[in-house]
């Protein structure tokens, strides 16, 4: 055995050793604490929360963070496509739970990854010490959730954790840069087609193509309407709460609807999130201003 592979195997016991430490700990009462944690880094938590911050806080904020947290969901695909490590559910001595969570490799951990882009990058944009505390506790609940409920190694949740703050620090240089030099209509339009489509060369299997479609009707969307509907949100929150509901109920229809009637296969997988996207920032604002539930803005 070469020195290599002592350490490995050094490394795969300690790992090993640290979840069943964790584990120690089990209670029915903390296995149900744990699994509503890890709930919260699925892909139904965003989809339920990324719309109603764009419909009901802030359009700028919201769009920028479902452009981050796709792009990082994408890279998160395609890095597990390529480690392609296991997890530890079926090691003997460790419990898993909530296994349906859980159908892909290892290494690194989306809901990790998710969760530090999601938070870390809403703690940018609210710049309060309460929320900095929030987002930590919410990010490091999440990380031990998936440790404790069996379905990941410590090494992809600290792999995660990293790999999503990269991405935070990225957007928020990205957006500063924008800020300071404005870019056309027509530039944004191009990059919000051109920068997905380039995406899907690198790794396009399925859950690539997803995450490239929803990129494309999302940010194209987004574009669109402020070049033509110009959405703005009402003074008065009070206002927005149930228009933003009806938006988020539209989206989930929508997404269960186009599950049924489209092929699962590609191209079909990117048409739907594609028509995900259009519809929570171009159809959505549309049907709003229509009803005369928000103002149109100024150019």
Not at 148 to 161: E, K, S
Request: some cysteine; aromatic content about 14%.
């Amino acid at each position: 055995m070469t020195s290599r592979d002592s350490a490995g195997r050094g490394i795969r016991i300690l790992q090993k050793d640290m979840l069943l430490w964790i584990q120690g700990f089990a209670a029915s009462w903390l296995d149900t604490l744990m699994i509503a944690f890890s709930f919260v880094g699925d892909e139904e938590f965003y989809v339920a929360t990324v719309p109603l911050i764009y419909y009901l806080i802030s359009k700028r904020a919201g769009v920028r963070l479902a452009i981050v947290l796709a792009m990082s969901t994408f890279v998160n695909y395609a890095l597990k496509v390529f480690f392609n490590a296991p997890r530890p559910i079926g090691v003997e001595g460790i419990r898993s739970l909530y296994v349906e969570s859980a159908p892909s490799m290892s290494f690194p951990s989306g809901h990790a990854q998710g969760s530090a882009t999601y938070w870390g990058y809403l703690a940018t944009q609210v710049r309060k010490p309460w929320f900095y505390g929030l987002a930590g506790f919410m990010v490091l609940s999440i990380m031990l959730s998936r440790l404790y409920l069996g379905v990941h190694w410590p090494i992809d949740v600290a792999a995660g954790l990293v790999f999503g703050l990269l991405f935070v620090a990225g957007m928020v240089w990205a957006d500063g840069r924008m800020t300071e030099r404005p870019l056309s209509f027509g530039v944004k339009l191009a990059l919000g087609i051109a920068l997905p489509l380039l995406l899907l060369l690198v790794y396009h299997e399925a859950d690539g193509r997803k995450m490239v479609g929803f990129l494309l009707g999302c940010w194209s969307g987004y574009v669109l309407e402020s070049h033509t509907i110009r959405m703005a949100l009402p003074k008065s929150i009070w206002q927005r709460i149930l228009p933003s509901l009806v938006g988020v109920a539209i989206l989930f229809g929508l997404r269960a609807l186009l599950k049924d009637v489209l092929p699962l296969s590609a191209p079909w997988d990117l048409v739907r999130y594609l028509l995900v996207g259009l519809t929570a920032t171009l159809a959505i604002p549309w049907l709003f201003v229509k009803l005369r539930w928000y103002p149109r803005g100024t150019a």
